[in-house]
């Protein structure tokens, strides 16, 4: 059974529900809910055709493990809208740097489920859901607000090297709120790294409201609640505080380009393009020299004659700028990272311009 028949048959029986993970018991279930609900006909051709449910869920078991049937049929339909709502065959070029792990957690009433990842070897994207205790009230129209009380953040553990061993910037971060419904919270939260992500491929979450806080700070005349480090004259406010940590799939489905060339940006010439790292979901620019202004502005351009310019003023762009220092004169390696909006096929890609630099990428 192919990865398109698997897909249909998870759309139809729904087993891509976080709440019940694919086990046989529950495809069997499933199936056979799906069955009897089909016109008598249909029922006795089905019933002939697979002979029974617990065939059906036997010879999807026997597939794979569960963590791969999960990368295989679960892509949530949040993280599909989150990338455009990519094609099959686009959703088949991150397969193996995608990962459904079923991690939860839960927290005076608060849980957090861990829905998909997916990942390349400068960052990750982590869908999750934020589940209040039934008396919380939550609507589109006052998430952001309850959001801006809620700490949320994901970490991963860079490799030591040359170009990050001295990094003012591990990278930088971003999240989207994707849905609303009663008393839950659908989320994707990125994270980028300047450098590369660690060997062990283990990823933190960490979603919660509580922190220290210490009333007698005064500015001017007036005090006000201030979140502190020193501990010692500070209480903890909030109500729950979710910390997960768990190893995710991932497997490095991008291409580094060796450059190595001069780089001109606008006359200035004191740097040296080392190498451009993409994948289907991100382009890192990696150079040595002065800092270089995230305005670099990178074209890609594709087989089809299209460009895309990555632009700090387009709102659908997002670069990243992190800087790291050798030694005096702000000199050391630069790490530009720009996102892309849906996941694209590198094969598609002809050339990426940066300066006075045209790299093929094809």
């Known amino acids: 059974m192919n990865n398109k028949r698997l897909r249909m048959l998870n759309d139809e029986l729904g087993l891509n529900d976080y709440a019940e ?4 018991q529950s495809i069997i279930a499933k199936v056979n809910n799906s069955i009897n609900a089909d016109p008598v006909e249909r029922r006795i051709f ?14 999807i078991l026997s597939i794979a493990s569960l963590t791969v049937i999960a990368a295989t049929l679960g892509w949530h339909h949040k993280l ?27 927290d005076n009433g608060y849980t957090v489920n861990v829905l998909n990842t997916l990942a390349d070897k400068h960052g990750i994207y982590v869908l999750y859901e934020l589940v209040l205790p039934p008396d919380k009230v939550i609507s589109e129209t006052n998430v952001d607000e309850f ?9 991963l553990e860079q490799k030591k090297s040359i170009e990050n ?6 990278g930088i971060g971003k999240h989207k709120i994707l849905g609303v419904e009663k008393n839950k919270i659908t989320l994707c939260e990125y994270n980028g790294l300047a450098g590369e992500i660690a060997d062990e491929y283990k990823v933190r979450l960490s979603v919660g409201n509580m922190k220290y806080v210490d009333n007698s700070v005064k500015f001017g005349n007036t005090s ?3 979140t502190v480090f020193n501990r010692e004259n500070a209480e903890i406010c909030g109500d729950f505080n979710i910390y997960l940590t768990w190893n995710f799939k991932y497997e490095d489905k991008g291409k580094s380009i060796s450059v190595n060339e001069k780089l001109d940006i606008n006359g200035i010439n004191n740097n040296t393009l080392n190498r451009i790292d993409i994948s289907p979901i991100s382009i890192w620019i990696i150079a040595e020299g002065d800092a270089i202004p995230s305005a670099i502005n990178p074209v890609v351009k594709f087989k ?11 709102k659908n762009a997002y670069g990243m700028f992190s800087n790291y220092q050798t030694g005096d004169n702000n000199k050391g390696y630069t790490s530009l990272g720009y996102v892309f909006d849906e996941i694209t096929d590198i094969k598609t890609i002809e050339s ?3 300066g006075d630099q045209i790299i093929k990428v094809n």
């Open 165 to 170: 061993d001295n990094a003012i910037l591990s």
């Open 46 to 59: 089905m019933r002939r055709k697979f002979i029974s449910s617990a065939l059906v869920a036997a010879l």
């Open 352 to 354: 990426i311009t940066i």
């Open 80 to 106: 599909i809208e989150y990338f455009n709502n990519p094609t099959a065959e686009q959703m088949e070029l991150m397969n193996g740097a995608f990962d459904a792990p079923m991690v939860s957690g839960t």
């Open 147 to 155: 959001m801006r009380n809620i700490t949320h953040f994901v970490y």
């Open 224 to 226: 006000e609640e201030v």
């Open 304 to 314: 089809d004659g299209t460009t895309l310019t990555y632009n700090a003023k387009d």
């Open 21 to 24: 993970a694919p086990n046989s």
